[in-house]
């Protein structure tokens, strides 16, 4: 590609996790070359480490598309938070020790030479789909991502929803129910306590126990997770489908309050708990095309994601590379 | 004024309304020049004769300020809707009869000469409020107006969200309880149908009957309105205060979302209800400062709008001002 990539700029995406780094290098059309480069993050050897591993799977994610270091434009970081992505700083973060007040940006440009910016890991996954993914065409969006939480993302013509406090986007923590369980973050009722996967895998358990179940198709109790609930639904299972059915209700509510306070033309849902697909999706939209308000609730299209893990990684070489275009 | 407005700027700021239609004159500052002329809607005429009287008292505004109607940079509205403001159309709106997708601004540049934009009514005075009232200085701010129903706007970065199906902004209709009382929209437990001061007077006549009450202070129970609760429970009735909190706390519940989701610099309360003040606002901001996301829970202000009546006038006169600038 050397040879040929005439006067193409290239730049590095990176996912910055509590597991792994991996990075990939994204053109400035949106389209990731070669394939993604991951090593697992040394994150008990402390951050001066985690960003030897970041500048090295750098370099070989360029160089497996044959492209020196230098020739990238600019590098994109998409990292879990809380984080300024003004300063490039990681203010701290719960699976990264050390991460405190951290210059990420900076060390990541004495390390590589090359201008660096960084960006919440969920807003990295929402630009990603937004740009190359299911909201592509699309001028607003709003993105739920049903993992471990409920993450999520909002773009407005182009532009990441940051907030002055780098909170916007947090659609996981809704209120549904003000009495409701406790959530992480310390309030009550939460979307994620509803519709995240970790949320529909309790729920379950509860709803075989108080069934006299013991197992669900052979996976006992406390080792059934999302994706056993929804092979049970699929396959039949009336307490499991009531289950996703229940968590689907809860993702129209934050469908409904999207559609009425910030009206995208798309609402993307991406993560694990999505690919129940129609189990959870079909009575979340119903919901929202029942309650949000008119001409929203019959316009807004409710797609799933189509970037699967590279999301966050071909969004944060977006980032990078607006940033970057609008830096010059 | 006109031999000494020197090379200033001019702008008709109008607010159509199913009562009243009212209009002042603002310069490129944003400041109301003379007093706000006002005449009624002849709603029951339709919608040319309305149009006839905007252009009479945009003429009178003018002339009240010494200026003629063609030193007018250009005029503004603000509307009840659904309403589309790129193409100056209202769409439909249940207060005026006969303005089905009829051409506000055509009407009214044939009528005046000089260029006209249309916005919704909340989103003028949302405008209002972040150009030259409670927001002033701020870059984002979201507004709840708590009124008949409950209104509100979101400003980000000096744009307001309008949303492509201009639904952005209301915050009324997110769900508190989704199996709440029914909604003039259709829906649930929208949060207007517990923060609005219709909700508040209906609650508080609820609760003095199971009380066993015949009249608040002397104001018979189907003639309570939130005023009166208000001046109740400051005047020390424990049931009234009752209510209002319990008003505040689902006004909380929303400040949350807003928190999370939108994470403005500030959110401005207006409305008669709001006039309650600390009764209701006090319950209100506790409830966000304990369960929205840090930083925002501490760090966002909530502020009582200070422009009353005239935000929606200078509003939709300072929307007529950018998008006039920006047209050129």
């Not at 996912?15 to 053109?27: E, K, M």
């Not at 405190?100 to 789909?129: H, I, Q, S």
């Amino acid at each position: 590609m050397a040879e040929s990539d005439g006067g193409r700029s290239f730049f590095a995406g990176v996912d910055l996790g509590g597991t792994n780094v991996r990075a990939g290098i994204v053109d400035e059309a949106g389209v990731l070359h070669g394939g993604i480069v991951k090593m697992a993050t040394p994150k008990d050897a402390g951050p001066d480490a985690v960003m030897d591993v970041m500048a090295e799977i750098i370099k070989q994610a360029a160089h497996s598309v044959g492209l020196e270091g230098k020739r990238l434009s600019a590098i994109g970081i998409g990292s879990p938070g809380p984080l300024n992505s003004e300063t490039g700083v990681i203010v701290w973060t719960p699976n990264l020790p050390g991460f405190e007040n951290y210059p990420v940006t900076a060390r990541v440009v004495e390390k590589t030479g090359r201008p660096t910016f960084l960006e919440g890991d969920a807003n990295a996954a929402c630009f990603g789909e937004y740009w190359m993914g299911a909201a592509r065409g699309a001028r607003s969006m709003v993105m739920f991502t049903l993992g471990t939480g409920v993450g999520g993302g909002i773009v407005l013509n182009g532009k990441i929803l940051r907030g002055p406090h780098y909170t916007g986007g947090h659609v996981g923590h809704m209120v549904i129910d003000p009495q409701g369980p406790v959530c992480g973050c310390g309030a009550r009722g939460c979307l994620e306590q509803y519709a995240s996967a970790t949320a529909v895998a309790r729920r379950a358990a509860e709803v075989l126990q108080k069934e006299g179940r013991s197992d669900l198709n052979g996976v006992p109790l406390e080792r059934v997770a999302s994706r056993h609930v929804a092979e049970a639904a699929a396959a039949g299972d009336d307490a499991m489908k009531a289950v996703l059915a229940e968590a689907g209700r809860a993702l129209g509510i934050g469908f409904v309050n999207i559609a009425n306070v910030v009206d995208p033309e798309v609402i993307v849902v991406g993560g694990g708990l999505a690919e129940a697909g129609e189990l959870i999706l079909g009575p979340a939209e119903a919901f929202m095309r029942d309650r949000a308000l008119f001409p929203p609730r019959d316009e807004i299209r409710i797609v799933p994601a189509t970037l699967g893990d590279s999301a966050g990684i071909i969004g944060a070489a977006g980032c990078a590379r607006n940033r970057y275009v609008t830096s010059r």
